[in-house]
């Protein structure tokens, strides 16, 4: 994807994070437990992860995850996005890295993590087929 689409697609999320916040990362409590649920079932055990997650957008999936303890990091090539992230992750008084960057091309070494995710990035990508390869 060329570097002008990046910058258009930067700017739209930069500029709906204003209106897309509707709680905590942009969803209510009944929405938050449900994922809560799911996530205690799928990923289970005393050990904790490693987490990416691919287009965190207000961080979501991150904060859910970085509540249960683990190790993570969300990747959004939208700072605005991030800055609402880091008010969620403060309000709810956990630690998670947020970084700018573009899933097309993650600024990682290979084997950082030990569990990637993503709820909303691929339908936004021209080519999500080499996201999920990488």
Request: proline share 4%; hydrophobic share 40%.
């Given at each position: 994807?060329?570097?002008?689409?990046?910058?258009?697609?930067?700017?739209?999320?930069?500029?709906?994070?204003?209106?897309?916040?509707?709680?905590?990362?942009?969803?209510?409590?009944?929405?938050?437990?449900?994922?809560?649920?799911?996530?205690?079932?799928?990923?289970?055990?005393?050990?904790?992860?490693?987490?990416?997650?691919?287009?965190?957008g207000?961080?979501?999936?991150?904060?859910?995850?970085?509540?249960?303890?683990?190790?993570?990091?969300?990747?959004?090539?939208?700072?605005?996005?991030?800055?609402?992230?880091?008010?969620?992750?403060?309000?709810?008084?956990?630690?998670?890295?947020?970084?700018?960057?573009?899933?097309?091309?993650?600024?990682?070494k290979?084997?950082?993590?030990d569990?990637?995710?993503?709820?909303?990035?691929?339908?936004?990508?021209?080519?999500?087929?080499?996201?999920?390869?990488?």
């Open positions: 994807m060329n570097a002008r689409l990046k910058h258009q697609i930067a700017a739209y999320w930069n500029t709906r994070c204003r209106s897309y916040s509707n709680g905590t990362g942009g969803f209510g409590p009944e929405e938050r437990a449900v994922w809560w649920d799911e996530l205690t079932i799928i990923v289970t055990g005393d050990t904790h992860l490693r987490v990416l997650d691919t287009g965190t207000l961080g979501f999936l991150a904060l859910l995850f970085a509540e249960q303890g683990h190790q993570v990091t969300g990747l959004d090539i939208a700072p605005g996005m991030l800055r609402g992230a880091c008010r969620n992750a403060d309000d709810l008084g956990v630690s998670t890295a947020f970084v700018c960057g573009d899933a097309e091309h993650l600024p990682f290979a084997h950082t993590f569990l990637v995710i993503s709820k909303y990035l691929l339908w936004t990508l021209p080519s999500p087929d080499r996201v999920l390869e990488s």
